[in-house]
C-alpha cells in the first residue's frame, strides 16, 4: 500500500498571509490520486483539493493550490490569503484502486 | 441534504460491552470504509466494501467486524470493546460518479468512550 508523510505536526500563518503545507508520498503505481482533506476541531472531514497523478497541471480551487512534483513524490499544499476559518488539521491523503492512505496531518494555526 | 450519515454521533459503553455503530448513504457510491481516528491522528483504514467484496486490513484486530447488507447501509461492530478502541470512526464512501472519482465522502463520525 501507499504510504504518505506529512512531516509539520504543526504550522501557523497571520491572517491574510499565505502558507504551504508539505506532504510526500510514496507509490508503486502510476495510476492514483492525491487529496487535501480539511478537518475542522470536532467537524466533519470535508475535501479541499484533488489532484490526479496523470495531469501536470497542478490543481487549484479558490484560495488553495498544490504544487505537484511527481518525481519527486511531493504533494504541498498553498493557502493565499488565509482566513480564520482556514483552522483546521489538514490530511494529505493519496488513494489507489479504491485504497485511500492519510498522512499524519498538520495542525494550521490562524492567527488574527 | 445530510449524504453520508453515522449513527450515533457519540456512543458510551462498558469494557467488553459489544457496540455497533451504523452509516447510512444517499449517494449511490460502491464503495464505503470505516476509519479509525484517535485523538489528533491520521484516520486509520479498518476496512472496506467495494459492493459486496470485503477488504480487510491485515492489522485490523477481529475484534472488529463489520456488515453490509445493502448498498446504502454499512455497519461497524465491536465485538468486545477495550479502553484502547476508544475513539472517533468514521464512515466514508466512494467510487460514484457525481463525486468525481476516487474523492471520499465522509460522515460527521460516531465518537466512542469506553468506560
Known amino acids: 500500500a501507499q504510504t504518505v508523510t506529512q512531516s509539520q505536526p504543526e504550522m501557523s500563518v497571520q491572517e491574510a498571509e499565505t502558507v504551504t503545507l508539505s506532504c510526500t508520498y510514496d507509490?508503486?503505481?502510476?495510476?492514483?490520486?492525491l487529496f487535501w482533506y480539511k478537518q475542522p476541531p470536532s467537524r466533519q472531514m470535508i475535501l479541499v483539493i484533488r489532484q490526479e497523478a496523470y495531469k501536470q497541471q497542478n490543481a487549484t480551487e479558490n484560495r488553495f493550490s498544490v504544487n505537484f512534483q511527481k518525481a519527486a513524490k511531493s504533494f504541498s499544499l498553498k493557502i493565499s490569503d488565509s482566513q480564520l476559518g482556514d483552522a483546521a488539521m489538514y490530511f494529505c491523503?493519496?488513494?489507489?484502486?479504491?485504497?485511500?492512505?492519510f498522512g499524519a496531518g498538520t495542525r494550521l494555526t490562524v492567527k488574527p | 441534504d445530510a449524504m453520508v450519515i453515522q449513527n450515533p454521533r457519540y456512543q458510551v459503553t462498558q469494557f467488553g460491552k459489544p457496540v455497533t455503530l451504523s452509516c447510512s448513504q444517499t449517494?449511490?457510491?460502491?464503495?464505503m470504509y470505516w476509519y479509525q481516528q484517535k485523538s489528533s491522528q491520521a484516520p486509520k483504514l479498518l476496512f472496506h466494501?467495494?459492493?459486496?467484496?470485503?477488504?480487510n486490513e491485515a492489522d485490523t484486530p477481529d475484534n472488529f467486524q463489520s456488515r453490509r447488507p445493502n448498498t446504502s447501509f454499512c455497519f461497524l461492530d465491536i465485538r468486545s470493546p477495550g479502553l484502547g478502541d476508544a475513539a472517533m470512526y468514521l464512515c466514508?464512501?466512494?467510487?460514484?460518479?457525481?463525486?468525481?472519482?476516487?474523492?471520499?465522502?465522509f460522515g460527521a463520525g460516531s465518537r466512542l468512550t469506553v468506560l
Open positions: 449517494l449511490n457510491h460502491n464503495v
Open positions: 466494501y467495494y459492493d459486496k467484496d470485503f477488504n
Open positions: 507509490t508503486s503505481e502510476s495510476d492514483y490520486y
Open positions: 491523503a493519496s488513494i489507489n484502486n479504491n485504497d485511500m492512505r
Open positions: 466514508a464512501t466512494g467510487g460514484g460518479r457525481a463525486s468525481g472519482a476516487n474523492v471520499l465522502t
